[in-house]
């Protein structure tokens, strides 16, 4: 007997799953069908022809002295540490670039609608510290939010054109599988639970997007020749712009530069 009730049970629970997701597809085609222009096909890219942004971003200017974070509070996450963590609001590179910059192409693909992401991306908590600080994602990509830490943290989004949520994260605990179906450039992201923690993700409706790391450049591949505005974001120092016009196959160099204070 209580087998057959766990078969009635498990129909009921599958039947309503695929009521629940025909009920949200519903919702979806009716709000396109609320006047919004069609989904455009997807694009193909011609590998023959595509093309390259390569390029980086400067720090001009004396380096500003590292900020040590305070965790004294917090013995949990100090406890985590041998020497102090750093700040990484600013990053600037031994070889006199800066980390940490969100490079994207902010126009030139009007129109395009590009194949979703293959895999998914990730955001960690460890040492108390996101890690990466910065990260682009997909619209509708997920990502896996991880816990490494022996320690809970409350991770917390602060969109303006996405949903805002928090939810809390045990020690280790399993990833939260998130994404933001919006384009947003950027998300900033607090724990609730550690001030110190911030990081942001960028969150674009086509694949044409790098993170700036220690070397302090960026390459964007696969791109159909055009004309683009590439858009570098520095959370501290803002937004900067520049145009390259890409040939087929050619490869186009952008190059900022951020002026400390
Ligand atoms: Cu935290």
Redesign the pocket.
């Given at each position: 007997m209580k087998l057959r009730t766990f078969y009635i049970a498990a129909t009921a629970a599958a039947l309503l799953f695929v009521s629940a997701c025909g009920g949200a597809k519903d919702t979806a085609s009716t709000e396109k069908g609320g006047g919004e222009a069609p989904a455009a096909a997807v694009t193909k890219v011609d590998p023959a022809t595509a093309a390259t942004i390569t390029g980086k971003v400067a720090f001009a200017g004396s380096a500003p002295k590292a900020i040590r974070i305070d965790m004294s509070a917090e013995p949990d996450c100090k406890g985590l540490h041998s020497a102090p963590a750093q700040s990484e609001e600013v990053v600037v590179n031994a070889n006199g670039t800066l980390a940490n910059v969100f490079v994207w192409v902010k126009g030139g693909l009007e129109g395009k609608s590009f194949e979703p992401a293959s895999g998914s991306a990730a955001l960690d908590?460890k040492g108390?510290i996101y890690k990466p600080h910065v990260i682009g994602v997909r619209a509708g990509q997920t990502i896996d939010i991880s816990n490494s830490d022996p320690?809970t943290?409350?991770v917390h989004p602060m969109p303006k054109v996405n949903r805002e949520w928090n939810q809390s994260q045990p020690p280790k605990g399993v990833p939260l599988p998130k994404a933001f179906p919006r384009p947003e450039i950027m998300i900033p992201v607090k724990?609730n639970?550690?001030p110190w923690?911030k990081s942001y993700i960028g969150v674009v409706d086509h694949p044409f997007f790098a993170v700036t790391g220690d070397q302090g450049t960026f390459e964007i591949k696969g791109l159909p020749p055009g004309d683009y505005v590439v858009e570098a974001w520095h959370e501290k120092f803002g937004v900067q712009e520049q145009k390259v016009t890409l040939a087929p196959s050619a490869s186009g160099a952008v190059e900022f530069s951020f002026k400390g204070e």
């Open positions: 908590q108390c320690t943290h409350n724990c639970v550690h923690m």
